[in-house]
């Protein structure tokens, strides 16, 4: 069988014990800034980047990957204990999870939510190695006219499932294609919108850009609320769960991770979506759905699963077709690029062990999460005590030496500077900043697939249409739009997306 | 929120982006824009700010017509303090080393809150500047300075 010669190749490199070594170091900050609410993975992982030049691929990807899944497990530890969550995935545990801690429940909650996680994330395996091959069979038919249609596809669905006004984000979208286009153009050598600044030709790097716009602009407006966080003391007795508990969560996490596997794959469903849509359905499933809010267990079973199921799934894209699923991915596109790997359909063929080595190693991770999360709980909420008035400068202080770190350049710092600004004022006006990164990121890309399928077709627009695969993408990106404009649909998307 | 009689956040964004496209149109009138078949460097830029420039004009139109809302006041002290830390980063980094341009740095940015003690903040900092050259000098290798050359 081709899966099981596929996954056996990715578990021997995901096994390599450098790679494991990395792997660890992954989950372990993973976990950390999951737990620390005002840090989230997005710039944790842009600030990690220039680190892993120096690295094998392989590596770089499984490392950068398992702090994206290992924060999905730390922010529902805060969730449970202290109400808080520390990451926006997180924020449905904290209903029933918190719930249930203050029942004297708080170990159940702790390894049903660990227990449901593992799940998840080992289902979810299974389903990226499934899907992956018949996926990237497709995508080897792919020209420049398909490939072209299809960034399209992702990011407009991006824009569309995701928080916040669709023609704000579309408008953001192109704003990030527009810095995209900055610096010398491929094909003629003339330097575009550099104003003469030398750093500036060889474009913008991302990594400034995605620290300024989401660490340093988002701490300027955590700074402005009044900041009090509670540290609750909580004895945690028994982390064993009853059979009875096993019982009622199990089919839960089942349908969890269910849903959150199709969500994840979504463009713009990343770890928001699925858990809010799982508690939804357990909350209309249940038989008595006023247990809900009040303890129910599988109300922290189902979202947990959901959640981890959605943030692997949500490489899929990534891995097959090379487009990104969420601002998060973006990052890791970019980290490709770096390396000097071109992200695409042809991904898979050219780096099997890249790709087979990232999957299984998400599957070792789970594992270790569930080693590092349950017996050290006690640590992890400490981790709490620290005082945002020490975390921020810290942050900010690694903030700047990072950026310095990926070209060894000050403009860059200069650059995260002017995007804090920006990010603050983004955040003032209420604009999600995680589109333009899309765009930024794929700006290159699409311009490039443009220009090519505009040569092939020799100026021919309508080869987008005439082409049946590029007509098909098209065709659900209309459609995609088209039901942005029914009052009907905006409405349910409004509550479906509603915190 | 307060109500205005604009909608400030739309007419803010739709501003902004007005700006960026003309800058952009301004910064990019003498490449070559070529046509579909053979583009030339200046095709993809004037598109998409020309694109942005209609977006930028629709929510400024939005923003004065619609009467919601303003925008939570802007605080100068966390808005400089982080600004300016990130600034003086810059300045020293290469010129006084990592060690003093961390600490400069992390003091800097304390002042963001009122919450600060100055014997915590310049310990911590001195603490921090000593864990970033262990971790990104000698541990990751990044070629800066330690100390003043």
Redesign the interface.
């Known amino acids: 069988m081709d899966l099981f010669s596929n996954l056996l190749m990715g578990l021997s490199t995901a096994l390599e014990l450098n790679n494991l070594l990395f792997c660890l170091i992954g989950v372990v900050i993973g976990t950390a800034i999951g737990v620390l609410p005002g840090i989230g993975p997005i710039p944790t992982v842009a600030l990690l980047l220039p680190?892993t030049f120096?690295l094998p691929p392989p590596s770089a990807m499984i490392m950068l990957a398992g702090i994206f899944y290992g924060a999905q497990y730390g922010g529902s530890t805060t969730a449970i204990l202290v109400n808080v969550p520390g990451e926006t995935s997180s924020v449905v545990t904290c209903i029933d999870g918190h719930e249930m801690a203050k029942q004297g429940r708080a170990g159940t909650a702790l390894a049903i939510a660990a227990i449901a996680s593992f799940f998840a994330g080992t289902m979810a395996t299974i389903v990226i190695a499934a899907l992956s091959v018949p996926l990237s069979i497709l995508a080897l038919k792919f020209t420049a006219v398909e490939y072209f249609s299809l960034l399209v596809l992702g990011l407009i669905a991006a824009v569309v499932l995701a928080h916040g006004s669709v023609?704000?984000s579309?408008?953001m979208v192109?704003?990030g294609?527009?810095l995209g286009?900055v610096g010398i153009?491929v094909?003629?050598g003339?330097a575009?919108?550099t104003?003469g600044i030398a750093a500036l030709s060889d474009g913008l790097d991302f990594v400034p850009i995605a620290m300024g716009l989401f660490g340093?602009g988002e701490?300027?407006a955590n700074?402005?609320r009044a900041?009090e966080r509670r540290v609750v003391g909580q004895s945690i007795r028994s982390l064993i769960p009853s059979r009875a508990d096993l019982r009622a969560a199990f089919p839960a996490i089942v349908r969890g991770t269910a849903l959150g596997s199709v969500l994840g794959v979504l463009p713009g469903g990343g770890a928001a979506l699925p858990p809010f849509s799982s508690y939804a359905l357990e909350k209309k499933v249940a038989r008595d759905p006023s247990r809900f809010g009040k303890g129910a267990i599988e109300g922290v079973a189902g979202p947990e699963a959901a959640n981890n199921a959605g943030a692997q799934t949500s490489f899929i894209p990534l891995l097959t077709l090379g487009i990104p699923a969420n601002a998060l991915m973006a990052l890791m596109i970019g980290a490709l690029m770096m390396q000097g790997i071109q992200p695409g359909p042809q991904i898979m063929t050219e780096q099997p062990k890249l790709v087979w080595g990232v999957i299984a190693s998400m599957w070792v991770g789970n594992l270790m999460l569930l080693v590092i999360n349950l017996p050290l709980i006690g640590l992890w909420v400490s981790m709490l005590k620290i005082?945002y008035?020490?975390l921020?400068?810290?942050i900010?202080?690694?903030?700047?030496?990072g950026t310095?770190?990926i070209a060894?350049s000050?403009f860059n710092?200069?650059l995260?500077?002017g995007c804090?600004?920006i990010g603050?004022?983004f955040i003032?006006?209420?604009?999600e900043p995680a589109p333009l990164l899309l765009g930024l990121v794929l700006g290159p890309q699409l311009?490039e697939n443009?220009?090519r399928a505009?040569?092939i077709?020799?100026?021919?627009?309508t080869v987008f249409l005439s082409r049946p695969i590029s007509a098909v993408i098209l065709g659900v990106v209309a459609i995609l739009l088209l039901a942005m404009l029914s009052p009907e649909i905006v409405r349910t998307r409004k509550e479906a997306l509603a915190e | 929120m307060t109500r205005f009689r604009i909608d400030?956040?739309?007419l803010?964004?739709g501003l902004?982006?007005v700006a960026?496209a003309a800058g952009?149109l301004v910064?990019?009138r003498n490449?070559?824009v070529g046509?579909?078949?053979?583009?030339?460097?200046?095709y993809?830029?004037r598109v998409?700010?020309l694109?942005?420039m209609g977006?930028?004009l629709?929510?400024t139109g939005r923003g004065l017509w619609h009467a919601r809302r303003g925008?939570?006041a802007?605080?100068v002290?966390?808005?400089l303090a982080?600004?300016a830390?990130?600034?003086v980063?810059?300045l020293t980094?290469?010129r006084l080393g990592?060690a003093i341009a961390?600490v400069v740095?992390?003091?800097l940015?304390?002042f963001?809150?009122r919450?600060?003690r100055l014997v915590?903040?310049v310990a911590?900092?001195v603490l921090?500047a000593g864990a970033?050259v262990l971790l990104?000098v000698k541990l990751?290798?990044?070629?800066?300075p330690i100390w003043p050359r």
């Open positions: 680190f120096g023609a704000k579309l408008a192109l704003l294609l527009l286009l153009d094909s003629s003339v575009r919108m104003f340093l701490i300027i700074l402005e900041a005082p008035r020490l921020f400068p810290a900010v202080l690694f903030c700047c030496i310095y770190g060894n000050l710092v200069w995260m500077m804090a600004l603050y004022f003032k006006i209420g604009v311009e443009f220009r505009m040569l077709a020799d100026g021919d627009f | 400030l956040q739309d803010l964004f902004f982006l960026i952009t910064a990019t490449l070559t046509h579909a078949a053979d583009m030339g460097p200046g993809m830029p998409v700010a694109t942005l977006f930028g629709f929510f925008i939570a802007v605080q002290r966390p808005l982080i600004l830390s990130v600034g980063f810059a980094a290469e990592l961390s740095t992390v003091i940015a304390s963001a809150t919450e600060g915590e903040t911590f900092a921090l970033a990104f990751l290798g990044l070629p800066i």
